[in-house]
């Protein structure tokens, strides 16, 4: 696909740069401030499990990466006692991950220090200016989760 329109282009080169420029400061303070516990990929592990145990397959699926990443990954977490592995009595090959009391207790207190960071800069936004914000970080999460869109230009390529 070639983008023809000018003003799309920019928005879309400025619309990135504020993205990235976003993500960068955002774990810039996060790993100044959490970095002796875990690492973000770590806290974004230990969030999936919270919810429910996860296959390696699974994780690697969502962190976007291979299932020996995950693997190295799962491995540094279960020498922190943050994790334990069970493999399945039906297929040994499945080996499911679940968080432990300790990753939990991590978990939770990494993610209060990363709230009250988010509260002081967010604070200094007007409240009614927030929402949104919130609504259209929400919108832009909704647009980039349908795979329907990429699905369609590659069809119509």
Known sequence: ????????????KDIDQAFSRLIYRVRVLFNRYTVDEITDT???VLRALRKNPCNTSYLAHMLGVTLSAVTALINR???????????????RRQVWITITPKGLK???????????????YLSRVPEGEREQLLELLQKAIELFEREDILEDEVIRS
């Open 42 to 44: 770590q806290y974004i």
């Open 106 to 120: 991590v978990l939770n207190d990494v993610e209060e220090r990363r709230n009250l960071l988010l509260a002081l």
């Open 1 to 12: 696909m070639i983008i023809k329109d000018d003003n799309l282009t920019r928005y879309v």
């Open 77 to 91: 977490l279960h020498r922190m006692n943050l994790v334990t592995r069970e493999r399945q009595v039906q297929d």
